[in-house]
């Protein structure tokens, strides 16, 4: 079944209705109609108004996914007041099997009609859809951290943003191999493309890309104001095989000496071509920082240089946001570290996920069952959904009242040694 097509969820369309709003699916066929969803998207985050180019570009990305609209038919504008967009993303799960999962983006409501419940229907009714569909996940990046609680999801993975000053530090990481090339985006596309998924692949909280997003950190988009700047650097292992590259641009200074490196993305589907890209990095001539965004709590970068303090992060921040709609299938799709026995009494105020269920553990893999036993330990569906990809949370989350009972069982059974990280927006 072509997930675009799928009729709209009745309960949001009569939500809609009822304040005089019309609920649609943008159909990918049709420019006008695709392109006045783009510019109210765009108009949402505040972006500018897209270019020709833009446009174009963006019709690419959105063909793929299911585009929905609100429209509110009495007032003169025929441009959305509302946007949603959703389509099944792969994410990768601790013990590494690929989910499909809801992945939702591009939420907007225009601020004309703010605060009307324009939100909730179109949340709610792809959380049906997805529901409806037999997905045991929903997921999102979000741009505050204050909305998507009230709709079931939880923060999942932190991300951090680095500064290193590669005046004061000095290359401590040991000898690299392989080779580091130039490339140009256009030739590298389908390779970058095949390294990127390689690496999504071998971390748990990361997305499979869709063509338009892996090539956005690969190369510059159809009219990318940093276009010309952007620069694309490869590494290839010593036997020849592409495992990573890093897509960055160069700030000046008064000082030629003492440009910025902003990193767009840096992708490594081995450590070997994580070293040999940070290495690059960080022993540029006529350089002073280099600034990434967007890496995973874990990513050592302190480790690499002979000054830790040269290497500060500048922000921590949550970033994957995962709304559990099937508890059973969400957690026998993962693996776990430990074996062990709990029973979790699930509250959904959505209805999806609410239960009791036990989940046993053996050899790592889990069966989820319901049961009428006792509860072991107590909580809301978005403490479920923070815990599931293994990051370190649950004993704050019971600390902050928002887990009740043993949650030490429950962190060992979820906790992983090597924490979940999405290292890209969706
Ligand atoms: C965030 C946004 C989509 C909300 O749309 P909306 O139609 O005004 O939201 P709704 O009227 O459906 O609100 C539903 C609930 O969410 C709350 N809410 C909505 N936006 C909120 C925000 N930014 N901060 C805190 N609460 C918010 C509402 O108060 C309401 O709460 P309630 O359940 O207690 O009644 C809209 O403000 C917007 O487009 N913002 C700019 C773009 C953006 O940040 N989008 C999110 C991308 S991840």
Do not use: C
């Amino acid at each position: 079944m072509d997930y675009r097509t799928i009729p709209l969820d009745d309960t949001s369309a009569r939500e809609l209705a009822a304040t005089g709003l019309r609920y649609a699916l943008v159909d990918a066929a049709d420019p006008d109609a695709l392109d006045g969803w783009i510019r109210a998207d765009f108009r949402g985050f505040h972006g500018r108004r897209p270019s020709a180019e833009m446009l174009a570009g963006a019709r690419e990305n959105f063909a793929a996914r299911r585009n929905i609209a609100v429209y509110d038919d009495e007032g003169p504008s025929r441009e959305p007041v509302g946007t949603v967009n959703t389509w099944p993303a792969p994410l990768t799960v601790p013990g590494g099997a690929r989910v499909d999962s809801w992945a939702i983006s591009s939420v907007t409501v225009a601020p004309t009609h703010r605060r009307r419940g324009v939100a909730r229907a179109l949340l709610g009714g792809e959380l049906r859809t997805a529901h409806a569909l037999g997905l045991p996940l929903a997921i999102l990046t979000v741009s505050e951290s204050v909305i998507y609680g009230r709709w079931g999801f939880g923060p999942a993975t932190w991300s951090t943003a680095w500064t290193i000053d590669t005046k004061r530090v000095r290359w401590a990481g040991g000898e690299t191999t392989g080779r580091l090339s130039f490339a140009e985006p256009d030739e590298y596309a389908e390779i970058g493309e095949r390294v990127l998924d390689r690496a999504m692949a071998g971390r748990h909280g990361e997305i499979g890309l869709q063509p338009y997003l892996a090539k956005r950190l690969i190369g510059p988009l159809p009219a990318d104001p940093d276009a010309e700047k952007l620069r694309l650097v490869r590494y290839d292992s010593a036997t020849g095989e592409p495992e990573g590259f890093v897509s960055y641009s160069l700030k000046g200074d008064d000082d030629f000496t003492r440009h910025t490196v902003e990193v767009r993305y840096l992708a490594a589907a081995t450590p070997e071509a994580q070293r040999a890209l940070w290495r690059y990095l960080l022993d540029l001539d006529l350089v002073a920082a280099v600034k990434v965004w967007t890496r995973g709590v874990d990513e050592p970068v302190q480790a690499l240089v002979n000054d830790i303090r040269g290497a500060r992060v500048t922000d921590l921040e949550d970033h994957l946001w995962v709304r559990i709609l099937d508890v059973p299938a969400a957690l026998q799709a993962r693996t776990y570290e430990q074996d062990g026995s709990v029973v979790l009494d699930v509250a959904d105020d959505l209805g999806f996920a609410a239960g009791r269920f036990r989940l046993t553990v053996r050899d790592g893999r889990a069966e989820v069952a319901p049961t009428d036993d006792p509860a072991d330990v107590t909580l809301a569906v978005n403490a479920l959904g923070s815990v599931y990809l293994g990051h370190d949370v649950a004993r704050g989350l019971a600390l902050a009242g928002r887990i009740e009972g043993d949650v030490d069982a429950l962190d060992r059974l979820f906790r992983t040694a090597v924490p979940p990280r999405l290292s890209t927006w969706f």
